[in-house]
């Protein structure tokens, strides 16, 4: 079973703009990770936070992790076309468990 | 480095038969856990095994099995097949430490029919 949310469960925005994601989690975990899918075809990896840290940068893409709310957000700025995806959240307890995802369109 | 590779890709099944799905892990990956992932209910954890052992299990039957080898290649089976059973398919691996990425395969595309 799955024991994350993400908000909002679909999004769409214009090209340029830039796109929020959020992501609640149930237990304590050891890092949360966010992952891009491509109409139904793999998991590609994004980016990786540790629970003692508290936000990360990777290229257009900011984490950020809040333990005590239980909570992550994921900020893609400047947002493409290419883009366009689902996006999950998963945390890493002794497994995975992965958010419901945000079905993100990014209209040129 | 080679990437996390799942075969076959694409699988077309009966009812009632049974279907072994092959996981090959990124070189020097010990961990392989795999996920059923279907419309209705998302990505579901099936299992994960290291070093050969089944380390965790999620909440699936036990016609859903797997076993790892000792080069780290992973494969699932899942007997008796059901219509509910189609989905994608997708297994992950991962390094030895504690905090580290999961790496995802393209996934197998199952359709019980």
């Known amino acids: 079973s799955q024991q994350g949310e993400e908000d909002p469960q679909a999004l769409s925005i214009q090209e340029g703009e830039n796109a929020t994601m959020n992501c609640s989690y149930k237990?304590?975990?050891?890092?949360l990770q966010w992952y891009r899918q491509n109409s139904g075809r793999g998991l590609v990896h994004l980016i990786l936070i540790r629970s003692n840290e508290r936000e990360k940068h990777s290229g257009r893409l900011r984490v950020t992790l809040d333990t005590s709310k239980k909570s992550s957000s994921l900020l893609i700025t400047a947002s493409r076309a290419a883009d366009t995806a689902s996006y999950f959240c998963a945390t890493f307890g002794n497994q995975f468990y992965f958010g419901t995802g945000t079905s993100l369109t990014v209209i040129p | 480095k080679a990437g996390v590779t799942q075969t076959p890709r694409y699988l077309i099944k009966t009812r009632g038969q049974q279907v072994t799905l092959s996981c090959s892990p990124i070189s020097g990956h010990r961990s392989v856990s795999w996920y059923q992932q279907t419309p209705g209910q998302g990505l579901q954890f099936l299992f994960e095994?290291?070093?050969?052992?089944?380390?965790n299990k999620g909440n699936f039957p036990g016609r859903f099995s797997g076993r790892q080898f000792s080069n780290s290649r992973s494969e699932m089976n899942v007997s008796t097949l059901e219509l509910g059973d189609s989905a994608l398919y997708l297994c992950?691996?991962?390094?030895?430490?504690?905090?580290?990425?999961?790496?995802f395969g393209q996934g197998t595309r199952l359709t019980v029919v």
């Open positions: 237990t304590s975990i050891n890092n």
């Open positions: 095994y290291f070093s050969e052992t089944q380390r």
């Open positions: 992950a691996s991962r390094g030895v430490a504690e905090n580290t990425e999961a790496f």
